[in-house]
């Protein structure tokens, strides 16, 4: 049974995303592999587009799921709801953990991350887990999907098939911006004028092998996407208020501009030893460093408890 | 006298190239099929794409010279519910493998891909223009339909059960003109099941000394090598081998428990891993009991008028004659 419990307060309260956090760590060492760098530089990200600017299309009766195996699945959401597409899908225990914090599916489920035929796969799957909007992980991708269904979603609204025109959010790596596919994508969003897609950049300044800067450098990246007709917005991406300010900027047209925001990120955020452009980008923390990861996080007051409970009282 | 040729081709129709019997057919689907929407790379007036541009402009998307974007939009249109035709160069188009790998073969995007330009019956392009590795690449991904029409009918029939399909599709269209084949009227009543292929001659097909298995442009000169073959006395079974995957493994087994010498595929494609690598991986499942003569391309083509380059390439009916005359013995 897990002892770890969600925090009742607004996903984007300073509690709750210590608590994404600790979630990211703890399924990343219960893996023994995946990407803790990447995943904690996504928390405030994505916890301002899901308190206030995200329609879950839940069921009337939608009860959160907080124990055994249920969880809400694809069908269970209206057609009309908003859709994120994890591009930079080695981030994706972020968003496992925020899906678990709303009540989608138990946080007792998160140790079982990257196991075998299990649904939370190591990167996002659709078929194995029908809440992720796209397959991704091969970077450059989820951009390119993200503009087909803002286009389907469109084509859908304006033919009256749904009566509300979902947003389209997209989040993609600093890194992954090197792929080619990337600036064909938007090239394309103005043309046809996907005023409902929202790409948001975690410009976190690492990857594999190196700074950003020095592996490929994006700079001047605003004056690009600006060169490219998008609507952008720079903001402190770990500060929850100036990401809702933005992503309430974007104004959701059917036609209209697309917009991206740029949140500049720490790799690693939130955990002093993580912090690093590259040390954490694609190495799971042992159970000593995940202690001093959740000490750091949580001071002496453990208020969440553990999703691995056993892995607690060892220490 | 008649000839073998004259038994499985209607002169009486025109023939067409099947690039424009897909512009052609999906242009009229587009008026009683709302959820189709198309995508081109800049290319609709060779896709033939332009008649559902011109008459659904809403629903047409021309993405510019950028088919790996073009994929994996399609992919995302497919997921919000519609059935998109995404078109362009077959070389170009599987040439994007990594967007079809993930945006489309693995997320189970419900995209039909089509590959115009097949093979180097295109002619005087040359070589960069000439899909010839996409049946072997296409093939080798999980969940991915592969079909490859041998005429106007084929073309409309496999657009047509595609409609009910829901999954991945790949269709290798022809540049040239195809001629159209004759069916039984046993196969039009049954119409296009997948993964069964039409015999041309059903009558002969336990009686034949050697199968023919055809495919696209290589039909054609493929039936001309079946009629020399029969003036010499040698009785062939001629096949429109239009499924490439999935492949009519029941057919091929058939012909390898039958009382034939050689098993001959002839395609506009490599010869590895094409519907002749298909072929011998079911041969050899089992266990083959008859030799397997693959005739496909097996260099880089180049420029030359189609004849001369169809000529050049082995695929004319005297050639292809010969080759299974040689290997006959």
């Known amino acids: ?315 | 006298m008649s000839t073998l040729k004259d038994k499985l081709i209607d002169s009486t129709l025109k023939p067409k190239a099947s690039r424009n019997s897909f512009g052609d057919h999906v242009a009229e689907l587009g008026g009683t099929h709302p959820e189709i929407v198309v995508l081109d790379a800049d290319l609709s007036k060779s896709t033939q794409t332009q008649h559902f541009a011109k008459k659904f402009p809403e629903r047409f998307f021309n993405m510019g010279i950028a088919e790996a974007n073009m994929i994996s939009t399609a992919a995302g249109l497919a997921m919000s519910g519609y059935i998109p035709f995404a078109a362009s160069f077959a070389a170009f188009i599987t040439g994007r493998y990594d967007q079809i790998r993930m945006s489309v073969a693995a997320s189970k995007a419900n995209v039909r891909l089509v590959g115009t330009h097949a093979g180097v019956g295109i002619g005087e392009d040359g070589h960069s223009q000439m899909g010839l590795e996409d049946l072997t690449l296409m093939r080798s991904l999980p969940n991915m339909t592969v079909f490859q029409p041998g005429d106007d009918w084929d073309t409309k029939a496999f657009i047509d059960w595609s409609m009910k399909h829901d999954g991945p599709i790949y269709m290798r269209l022809t540049r040239q003109n195809l001629p159209n084949l004759k069916r039984s009227e046993g196969y039009l009543k049954a119409g296009l099941r997948p993964g069964v292929w039409s015999i041309l001659n059903e009558e002969d097909l336990d009686s034949a000394d050697v199968a023919l298995l055809l495919t696209g442009g290589a039909v054609e000169p493929g039936i001309e090598a079946a009629s020399i073959l029969a003036s010499k006395g040698i009785k062939p079974v001629v096949i429109n081998a239009n499924w490439i995957k999935p492949l009519d493994e029941t057919l091929v087994n058939r012909l390898n428990d039958g009382r034939l010498k050689l098993i001959a595929t002839v395609e506009d494609h490599f010869s590895v891993g094409g519907l002749g690598g298909a072929v011998a991986e079911v041969l050899t499942q089992r266990g083959a009991s008859k030799p397997l003569e693959r005739i496909g391309v097996t260099a880089f083509g180049q420029s030359g008028t189609p004849e001369a380059n169809y000529e050049h390439y082995g695929f004319t009916g005297a050639k292809i004659a010969e080759r299974i005359l040689r290997r006959l013995g």
């Open chain 1, 1 to 315: 049974m897990s002892g770890f419990t969600w925090p009742k307060e607004n996903i984007s309260s300073e509690k709750s995303r210590k608590a994404l956090r600790q979630a990211i760590l703890e399924q990343i060492c219960a893996a023994g592999s995946g990407h803790p760098g990447g995943s904690l530089s996504l928390v405030e990200i994505l916890s301002s587009i899901f308190d206030g600017n995200f329609e879950h299309g839940l069921p009337k009766n939608f009860v959160p799921k907080t124990e055994g195996k249920s969880r809400i699945n694809r069908a269970d959401l209206s057609l009309d709801r908003d859709r994120i597409v994890l591009s930079k899908g080695h981030g994706v225990p972020a968003l496992y953990s925020a899906l678990s914090f709303l009540g989608y599916f138990p946080a007792a489920e998160l140790a079982h991350l990257r196991q075998l035929g299990h649904f939370l796969q190591g990167h996002p799957d659709r078929n194995h887990y029908d809440l992720m909007e796209a397959s991704t992980g091969s970077l450059g991708q989820g951009g390119s999907v993200a503009l087909g269904i803002a286009l389907g979603e469109r084509l859908a609204f304006e033919s009256k098939k749904i009566s509300r025109l979902p947003r389209v959010y997209c989040l993609l790596g600093d890194g992954e911006m090197q792929e080619g596919q990337v600036w064909e994508m938007f090239m394309a969003a103005p043309k046809f004028q996907t005023g409902n897609l929202i790409c948001v950049v975690d410009y976190n300044k690492g990857q594999i092998d190196g700074p950003v800067k020095e592996i490929m450098d994006l700079e001047p990246l605003a004056d690009k996407l600006r060169a490219f007709r998008w609507n952008v917005h720079e903001v402190d991406g770990h500060d929850v208020n100036a990401l809702k300010g933005a992503l309430a900027k974007c104004r959701i047209e059917a036609r209209g501009t697309p917009h991206a925001i740029i949140a500049h990120t720490l790799k690693g955020k939130g955990i002093s030893f993580m912090e690093h452009p590259t040390q954490w980008h694609g190495a799971a923390p042992k159970r000593e460093q995940l202690e001093d990861a959740i000490k750091e996080l949580d001071g002496t007051n453990n208020s969440c408890g553990r999703i691995l409970g056993a892995l607690a009282s060892k220490t």
